[in-house]
């Protein structure tokens, strides 16, 4: 949401170092590529020359990061950097990040709510609740031996034990053999993709950034008609675009969204909000309305005390619990939830998926649960896939998906999810980026063989 739509990245990304004359135009696009490429960014060369709608949300957080690289600050202040990053792009930003503080001697102030992540940058550790300090000390003291009990919280949040539940006899939604992509059908995102969703129960999609995990959400919802395939749900094909579709299709299928803040309109009151499917989809007014918002806002565990709030007077967590009122008033038999709580620190992120499940289990809802978190994998799915270069590689129950052997890039996904403890980082980094370039190498041999070359 930082970029401007309506230019290029490298113009962006270049704009910094030009205003402040630390470099001229070829010097600073000869740097940014360089930044590109220590970044992982495919086709580090030309992607600049890409508007920020044709690449995915963590490729844009990675040229957000080149950017403030770019001009060679004396102090950078990142704010969740990687936040909305998959765990192997998040090694490669976070060593360019630790790399780049070493060798330019750059102070850095770091926010994050990932105490995983945070272990591996920071040499002091500063904890904030409440606009008030309550702890600070070396990373080594707040990580291993925390003295205030909201840190010792912190530090030992425990995953959500959510028992596997077995598949009915019909799916719900089907994708069978979806292929899509993006400008004029030249660029291929997904590639034959079928996963199947039943009746009161969550898959989750995961891999790394831009392997495909929302494009599948945009070809389900009619966001992004598939070039080839079929979507049935309950039985019946869905037409692929979302104009097509009848409003009781509409109704029974919507989304959460990742960013909460640019999910609502900052001028409407939560009460309205709330209220904008009921009218659309069941013509509630006045009072009728108000009741089931109030009812709503009882079920998100928030309360009618919301009702004539405007979203800038809520916190992150609150914002999403409204966003997931606001899909539930729709009475929908499937949501897609778009890394719902990736911006949300991990208590509060543990209340949004308790509250999830305990809706599932009341409304007997189905979810979509795009992430690339895997605590949040094993808390809430029941079948799991794992999603690369636009494939599916590994489908099934959660029970088997994780469970060894791995395939090479679900067995690299789950070698990358961060430990909490300081070296960590600099023990993995190498491994994941030799194991990363064998998977491309063995991605591109597979489509050269699909292709008949």
Not at 343 to 363: F, K, M, R
Request: hydrophobic share 40%; charged share 25%; proline share 5%.
């Amino acid at each position: 949401a930082a970029f401007n739509p309506a230019h290029r990245l490298m113009d962006q990304v270049v704009e910094a170092t030009l205003l402040h004359g630390t470099a001229t135009r070829a010097e600073a696009e000869k740097r940014a590529i360089a930044l590109f490429k220590k970044l992982s960014l495919p086709n580090p060369e030309s992607i600049g020359e890409r508007f920020p709608h044709q690449v995915s949300g963590g490729q844009l957080q990675r040229v957000m990061t080149a950017m403030a690289l770019c001009s060679e600050p004396d102090l950078i202040v990142f704010d969740e950097p990687t936040t909305a990053l998959d765990v192997t792009t998040q090694i490669d930003v976070l060593a360019a990040i630790k790399d780049a503080i070493r060798d330019t001697h750059v102070a850095a102030l770091y926010i994050t709510h990932d105490l995983a992540v945070v272990a591996q940058v920071s040499d002091e550790i500063m904890v904030l609740r409440h606009g008030r300090l309550v702890e600070w000390g070396g990373t080594n003291q707040i990580i291993k031996e925390p003295r205030q009990e909201y840190t010792k919280a912190l530090v030992s949040v425990h995953e959500i034990e959510h028992q596997e539940q077995q598949p009915g006899a019909t799916p719900f939604l089907s994708v069978k053999n979806v292929t899509a992509a993006y400008g004029g059908g030249h660029i291929k995102v997904l590639k034959n993709v079928s996963v199947d969703i039943y009746p009161g129960q969550t898959l989750t999609v995961v891999g790394e950034s831009g392997s495909g995990k929302s494009t599948l959400a945009r070809a389900i919802t009619g966001l992004l008609p598939p070039e080839k395939g079929t979507v049935t749900f309950d039985g019946r094909p869905l037409a692929n675009r979302l104009a097509d579709r009848p409003k009781e299709d509409l109704r029974q299928l919507q989304m959460i969204y990742q960013m909460a803040d640019v999910a609502m309109n900052p001028r409407q009151t939560v009460g309205t909000i709330i209220g904008r499917p009921l009218e659309f989809y069941f013509g509630m007014k006045g009072r009728e309305r108000d009741r089931r918002v109030a009812e709503l806002l009882d079920e998100i565990e928030m309360g009618k005390g919301f009702i004539d709030r405007y979203p800038a007077e809520l916190s992150g967590g609150q914002k999403q619990r409204v966003c997931i009122a606001r899909s539930l008033a729709a009475k929908p038999k499937l949501i897609i939830c778009d890394e719902v709580t990736s911006a949300l620190d991990p208590l509060v992120a543990n209340g949004i998926l308790n509250l999830l499940l305990n809706l599932q289990q009341h409304e007997k809802v189905a979810y979509l649960f795009i992430t690339h978190d895997f605590a949040t994998v094993r808390s809430i799915a029941d079948s799991i896939a794992v999603m690369y270069r636009g494939e599916v590689v590994r489908y099934g129950a959660k029970s088997k998906v994780l469970m060894p052997p791995f395939d090479p890039y679900t067995d690299l996904l789950l070698s990358s999810v961060p430990e909490m403890r300081p070296g960590w980082l600099d023990e993995i980094r190498d491994a994941v980026k030799t194991d990363f370039a064998k998977m491309a190498e063995m991605s591109d041999e597979r489509t050269r063989l699909a292709s008949g070359c």
